[in-house]
């Protein structure tokens, strides 16, 4: 069996997982039936890939390899691809086009990953269609990460089209941010649809045991 994502997805994912021994099973990406998953405890990220090709079972690519799939480099403007194969060893093939620019061997997380699904909410909680979801350009956003550098960053909002304000309270300084949002008038689910069907579909079996 193989499966092909983009690593860019592997970029994407990186700072969600967790660096902390104890919980060693969470030190990776998570690959859960075509999701990606990954969580230190405090913070969580699912994606969806468009553009997978194939199918593999179930498995917890280490932080190690993750770090050395996105060492791999190739042009600017080039898509760089990851195969993982399974057989009588792991295999990570890294690849732009008809270009293979690295291929080396990996050991999975021998452990078991958390039921991730516990900790994300259920729709009917959330405005659902997403009309009510303010929208903001990332490029501004990561830049009020810079006001908790040694603390916390309170993030405040009351709709989609009131600005978001920032709170920081370091030992050094106290702090407000504002950022406006997008006004794009395109909307989104607040829970993917792709997650909520497996996430009721899971909560209804628990519940008939």
């Known amino acids: 069996m193989q499966y092909t994502i983009e690593t860019s997805l592997l970029k994407a994912i990186t700072p969600f997982q967790s660096k902390e021994q104890a919980g060693f099973y969470l030190n990776g990406v998570y690959f859960d039936n075509g999701l990606l998953v990954a969580t230190d405890g405090h913070k969580l ?48 093939k890294v690849f732009t086009g008809e270009t293979i620019l690295a291929i080396f061997p990996f050991q999975l997380v021998d452990g078991t990953f958390p039921d991730w699904r516990r900790v994300i909410p259920l729709e009917d909680n959330y405005t659902g269609n997403g ?31 009131s600005p978001c304000l920032f709170r920081a309270e370091t030992s050094e300084y106290s702090a407000l941010g504002v950022l406006m949002p997008m006004r794009d008038g395109l909307a989104i689910e607040t829970i993917p649809s792709w997650l909520l069907e497996k996430k009721t579909a899971t909560a209804k079996k628990r519940k008939t045991k």
């Open 131 to 161: 009309v009510n979801s303010a929208k903001f350009n990332m490029a501004y956003l990561s830049s009020f990460a810079s006001l908790a550098e040694h603390g916390r960053l309170y993030m405040h909002n009351v709709d989609e089209y």
């Open 45 to 92: 990220a699912a994606i969806k890939p468009f553009n997978a090709e194939g199918n593999i079972t179930n498995f917890i690519l280490p932080a190690e390899t993750v770090k050395r799939i996105l060492s791999v480099k190739a042009g600017k403007r080039e898509v760089v691809k990851v195969t993982f194969t399974t057989g009588d060893t792991w295999q990570a």
